[in-house]
C-alpha cells in the first residue's frame, strides 16, 4: 500500500508523512526522484528509519520512531514546523483515517471511545495546510464495518480535503462526479469492492478527466 502511494508521488514533491502505516512511505521513495520528507516535530529532509546501531533519538518522525537525515536535510522548532504545515508549503500529507467520505471529509482523530483520548496532533493544520490529502489506510475496520462512507459519523479533522484514498483493496479519488475506482487488487471484482465500501463507487472505466 505505501509503495502503490510512493509510485505516484511527483519528483521534487515536499511531503509530510503521518503516523502508522504512513511513516512506511519513506522506505519506498526513489532518490532520484528527489522527494524532500517534512516531519511537523521540525525536520525537513526526513529519510527511512535509522537503523539500531544508527539511532538518535533527538531525530525522530511523528511517530517517534528514530529516523535519519538526509544530506541537505534541516530541523528546527514546531513554530517554524507548524508555519509550513500552515502557510500552504507542503504538496502533499499522507495520513491515516478512522473514515473518510464520498465528499473527502476527513475523521482521523476521535473515535468517541470514553476509554481513549482524542489525539488531533497537526492533522487538522495538514488537512487543511497541504495542497493534496492523500489517506494510506485498511479499507474496512477490524470488525469488517465501513471506513469509507457517504457521510462522517465520527468528528470531522477536514470537510472536502481529501484528493486520494489509497487502501489494501484499492486506490480511490475523490472526484465531483463520486468516488472513482483508479485501480483494484487483482482478482477483486467492482462488486465486490463495492460491498466492501459504504458509498457508490465509480468503476475505472469511468471518464478518467474525473480523476483530475
Known sequence: MAQRL????????????GIGMPERVAHYLSPEKEIILHSENGM???GPEAPEDEQDWELVNAGKRPVTLLTGGAYFDH??????????????????????????????W?????????????????AVGARNVYILME????????KIVESCTLPLTGAGVVKRIYTDLAVL???????????????????????????????????????T
Open 173 to 211: 479519488a475523490i472526484t465531483p462526479h463520486g468516488l472513482q475506482v483508479l485501480q483494484m487488487n487483482k482478482g477483486l471484482s467492482f462488486r465486490e469492492l463495492q460491498a466492501h465500501t459504504g458509498a457508490p463507487l465509480l468503476p475505472p472505466e469511468y471518464p478518467s478527466d474525473a480523476a
Open 139 to 146: 479499507h474496512n475496520t477490524r470488525d469488517g464495518g465501513y
Open 44 to 46: 525537513l529532509g526526513m
Open 6 to 17: 510512493a509510485a505516484d508521488i511527483p519528483a521534487g514533491s515536499y511531503v509530510n508523512s
Open 110 to 126: 476521535n473515535l468517541g471511545r470514553p476509554d481513549e483520548p482524542p489525539a488531533v496532533g497537526g492533522a487538522m493544520d495538514l
Open 79 to 108: 513554530v517554524t514546523s507548524f508555519s509550513m504545515m500552515r502557510g500552504g508549503h507542503l504538496d502533499i500529507c499522507v495520513m491515516g483515517a478512522m473514515q473518510v467520505s464520498a465528499a473527502g471529509d476527513l475523521a482521523n
